[in-house]
Every structure is written in structure tokens, then in C-alpha cells.
């Protein structure tokens, strides 16, 4: 069971900037850890993941379609962090964001499909105002 705390989220105007954490309990091991959102009445999207790894290395990043060119995942493995650094937000960015921690199945990447994830944090809040 892996434990995470998300924090950083923040009220911010449109095209500003913030960089969200997830700390992790996870140590010397290989795991996909992903950002999901959830926007009040709309269901939930992943927005970004990467494979954190002492044995294959970090990497593997995958953005979605929304976000590209926008976020940033990255891992800091001396701290057991991995951000979510958020560039040019908009108004529709808006929503409760949550870490996800799972195993690697050996894919390409680790996606943002909902069930490759079984460890969940409580989410911090990001609202952007227009």
C-alpha cells in the first residue's frame, strides 16, 4: 500500500501558474503514478503519469489531450515527490486534483486509465478564475 499526500493546489487567475506535489511512502521501487482532476458534475480525467523506477529509470510521461504542451509531470526522487507543474491554466482547469499510485505492467507508458491506479490520495483543490 502506498500512501500519498497531494499539495500545492490554489486559487490562481487565467494563464497563471502552479505547481502541485505528491509526496509518496514509496521507496527504491518501480510504480506509475498519475494525476487525475474531477471537475464538480463531470466525471474524472487523468491528465497526466509517468513510471517512477529505480530499476528502468523515470520517464515514460503521458500527457492528455487537454493539458499537452501546458503540465509538466516529474519525480524527485530524493524527496519521494512527484509534481505537476501547471503552465497557462485556464478556467477549465478548475477541478479537485488527486495522485495515483499503481503498478507498471510493462507497458509504453503508465495512461490514465482509473484502474491501473489502486492508491489514491484525498486530492487539493485548484480553481481558476477568467
Known amino acids: 500500500q502506498v500512501q500519498l499526500l497531494e499539495s500545492g493546489g490554489g486559487s490562481v487567475q487565467s494563464d497563471g501558474s502552479l505547481r502541485l506535489s505528491c509526496a509518496t511512502s514509496?521507496?527504491?521501487?518501480?510504480?506509475?503514478v498519475g494525476w487525475f482532476r474531477q471537475a464538480p458534475g463531470k466525471g474524472r480525467e487523468g491528465v497526466a503519469s509517468?513510471?517512477?523506477?529505480?530499476?528502468?529509470?523515470?520517464?515514460?510521461?503521458f500527457y492528455a489531450d487537454s493539458v499537452k504542451g501546458r503540465f509538466t509531470i516529474s519525480h524527485d526522487s530524493a524527496k519521494n515527490t512527484v509534481y505537476l507543474q501547471m503552465n497557462g491554466l485556464k478556467s477549465e482547469d478548475t477541478a479537485m486534483y488527486y495522485c495515483?499510485?499503481?503498478?507498471?505492467?510493462?507497458?509504453?507508458?503508465?495512461?490514465?486509465?482509473?484502474?491501473?491506479?489502486?492508491?489514491w490520495g484525498q486530492g487539493t483543490q485548484v480553481t481558476v478564475s477568467s
Open positions: 514509496a521507496k527504491s521501487t518501480t510504480l506509475c
Open positions: 495515483a499510485a499503481g503498478r507498471w505492467g510493462g507497458a509504453e507508458t503508465c495512461g490514465t486509465e482509473s484502474y491501473r491506479y489502486n492508491n
Open positions: 509517468m513510471l517512477i523506477s529505480d530499476v528502468h529509470g523515470d520517464g515514460r510521461a
